[in-house]
């Protein structure tokens, strides 16, 4: 390659003095030749790519580097310009910037743009422009330094992809939903237009976890993803907001035609079926809507859902429309529970109940399980979990509820230890908990602030939640056991095909579901599950609790099958604290 003519003529340099003027001009020739032969040799040379440019955009040299990045050989380069290589959407990425440099205000710059290879594919470049003067200032050409940046953008773009969408369906996350509805809220407030916001529950999906295995429900989820695909427009978005759970943002849309959308996805998600084998589960959905009607964000989104759980309380495999933007009356009870809830825990009324544990070998109650009640006004009965919790997690109260049980829990575990006694509670955690790294260190610093014996704390936390989460779950799991607290496994058995789970969590106790002991006198069936866990759960040095024990012939089978513990009414029920936990002498 040559360096351009005008380039070698106008270099800078010292002059030398006027009596030695023939021989300094010999030194100056052979050291211009050399400053040149050493330019070309670094050009040509280079590991990045250089191209010397002119200020029309013709490619006066190139180098190897660059001839392999952009896939072109320089006759080729030479017979085209540099914008006619540049994607069409970057060719004024840096027209600002290339006038700053051309008027003297910047020495140099950088850029990115995606350039056309030889094969017709764009590839990104990243680019360090400066130009080169002549002894006046006046611009001669300009000097490209070129990268390949396509790995890194391809990365930003997985990683994009990754914070936004779902991985299971490829679908847009909650967080990417919530901020496309806060969006449309703000564009609805300017423009004055109507958009709504559909909730879509899978009624029966539990069903087909629990009975083909989660794989099995991860490809039927895919499936659904894709049968919601085909009912939104391009304009629309989808999400996958939960477990089982989806939302769509219609925008431009009314009540009116929001409602044929949300009838068109329960009449086509009711033909869907779930098979394994000889196996089939029919599936249905209940779906809540909410136009946006001058609310904010976060209301159309409570509206939409209350909706949708009003569909589900009034029988599933149907839908429910807010249309007006004020709750329907069997959605009013559902925010005054919400409203119930915070005033609840802002007031402290929350109650704590205690249901005791039983010891089948030594046939003495040794611990007991934390249960919470919610108080809704003096003389009143308290109201069930089952009243509130559902609720609660809907609206991401949950993780204040069981902060607010475990934080009572250990402050009940100090008071009997300063009174010498021991105390050991068991405290079920929610499945939004788990995946709570605030909640982790909420039962840890309380815990730290009381002193206490930290294997007097024993957490519980759901098989079907575990199984979900199993990530968030090892993670929260290894946590607590490794800060001392005992661990249990509750509802074992509830998808019985997760025995695996149990060589990577670190749980002490396997609770056992319910549904295998409130038969097991009269079914033989419950009784062969039974003695398999145990068999399965003592093999890997783990307690077993049996649940819902009913009567005293249970109690004896399950002695007999080497369950270690039981719990329910027939031990005794869950009363409160005061009543059940008197502080002995």
């Known amino acids: 390659?040559?360096?351009?003519?005008?380039?070698?003529?106008?270099?800078?340099?010292?002059?030398?003095?006027?009596?030695?003027?023939?021989?300094?001009?010999?030194?100056?020739?052979?050291?211009?030749?050399?400053?040149?032969?050493?330019?070309?040799?670094?050009?040509?040379?280079?590991?990045?790519?250089?191209?010397?440019?002119?200020?029309?955009?013709?490619?006066?040299?190139?180098?190897?580097?660059?001839?392999?990045?952009?896939?072109?050989?320089?006759?080729?380069?030479?017979?085209?310009?540099?914008?006619?290589?540049?994607?069409?959407?970057?060719?004024?990425?840096?027209?600002r910037a290339f006038q700053d440099l051309l008027a003297g205000r910047v020495p140099s710059y950088q850029t990115e743009k995606r350039y056309r290879d030889a094969s017709g594919r764009y590839v990104w470049l990243g680019l360090t422009v400066s130009m080169v003067r002549d002894r006046r200032g006046e611009p001669l050409y300009v000097v490209t330094q070129i990268q390949d940046i396509s790995e890194r953008k391809d990365a930003a773009s997985r990683l994009e992809y990754l914070v936004d969408h779902d991985l299971l369906t490829g679908l847009y996350n909650r967080q990417h939903f919530q901020r496309e509805v806060t969006r449309e809220?703000?564009?609805?407030?300017?423009?004055?237009?109507?958009?709504?916001?559909?909730?879509?529950?899978?009624?029966?999906?539990?069903?087909?976890?629990?009975?083909?295995?989660?794989?099995?429900?991860?490809?039927?989820?895919?499936?659904?993803?894709?049968?919601?695909?085909?009912?939104?427009?391009?304009?629309?978005?989808?999400?996958?907001?939960?477990?089982?759970?989806?939302?769509?943002?219609?925008?431009?849309?009314?009540?009116?035609?929001?409602?044929?959308?949300?009838?068109?996805?329960?009449?086509?998600?009711?033909?869907?079926v779930a098979v394994l084998g000889e196996q089939s589960i029919p599936m249905t959905a209940s779906v809540g809507g909410a136009v946006f009607d001058g609310l904010r964000a976060v209301d159309v989104l409570e509206f939409a859902d209350l909706a949708m759980y009003e569909a589900k309380e009034a029988g599933r495999n149907r839908f429910a429309m807010n249309e007006t933007g004020a709750a329907h009356p069997g959605q009013v009870s559902r925010r005054t529970e919400v409203e119930l809830i915070r005033t609840a825990l802002d007031e402290d009324r929350m109650l704590l109940y205690c249901q005791p544990i039983l010891d089948l070998k030594t046939n003495q109650v040794c611990q007991y399980e934390a249960l919470v009640r919610l108080q809704t006004g003096v003389g009143s009965e308290p109201l069930l979990p089952s009243s509130f919790l559902y609720v609660a997690e809907r609206f991401n109260l949950i993780q204040e509820i069981d902060c607010w049980v475990a934080q009572r829990a250990i402050e009940l575990i100090a008071e009997y230890g300063r009174a010498g006694q021991r105390l050991v509670l068991h405290v079920n955690l929610s499945g939004k908990s788990i995946g709570d790294a605030r909640v982790a260190a909420c039962i840890e610093e309380a815990i730290s602030r009381a002193g206490i014996d930290p294997a007097c704390l024993v957490v519980e936390l759901t098989e079907t939640t575990a199984i979900t989460n199993i990530e968030d779950a090892k993670t929260f799991a290894h946590r607590l056991h490794a800060r001392g607290c005992g661990l249990a496994l509750d509802d074992f058995g509830a998808g019985f095909g997760s025995f695996s789970y149990l060589k990577s969590l670190p749980f002490d106790y396997v609770k056992i579901d319910g549904d295998f002991i409130h038969g097991l006198a009269t079914s033989p069936m419950d009784q062969l599950v039974v003695q398999a866990i145990v068999g399965i759960a003592r093999g890997m040095g783990k307690k077993t609790i049996a649940e819902f024990v009913p009567d005293e012939v249970t109690g004896r089978l399950l002695e007999k099958s080497g369950v270690d513990f039981a719990q329910g009414y027939h031990v005794g029920p869950a009363r409160p604290v005061r009543e059940i936990l008197p502080l002995r002498g």
């Open 1 to 95: 390659m040559s360096v351009p003519k005008m380039a070698a003529q106008d270099l800078d340099r010292p002059l030398a003095m006027p009596d030695r003027r023939g021989r300094a001009l010999g030194a100056a020739a052979t050291d211009l030749q050399e400053a040149v032969s050493r330019f070309e040799t670094a050009f040509a040379s280079a590991p990045i790519g250089m191209a010397l440019v002119s200020i029309q955009g013709r490619w006066l040299e190139v180098n190897d580097a660059f001839c392999q990045i952009v896939g072109h050989p320089e006759d080729e380069l030479r017979r085209t310009t540099l914008q006619a290589l540049v994607h069409p959407e970057d060719v004024d990425r840096d027209e």
């Open 185 to 272: 809220a703000e564009r609805m407030s300017r423009h004055g237009a109507q958009s709504a916001v559909l909730m879509i529950d899978l009624d029966n999906f539990k069903k087909v976890n629990d009975t083909f295995g989660h794989k099995a429900g991860d490809d039927f989820l895919r499936g659904i993803a894709g049968v919601l695909r085909q009912r939104g427009r391009h304009t629309d978005v989808l999400a996958r907001v939960g477990g089982d759970e989806f939302a769509m943002l219609l925008s431009d849309t009314d009540a009116g035609e929001a409602r044929v959308v949300a009838e068109g996805i329960v009449k086509v998600l009711g033909r869907q």
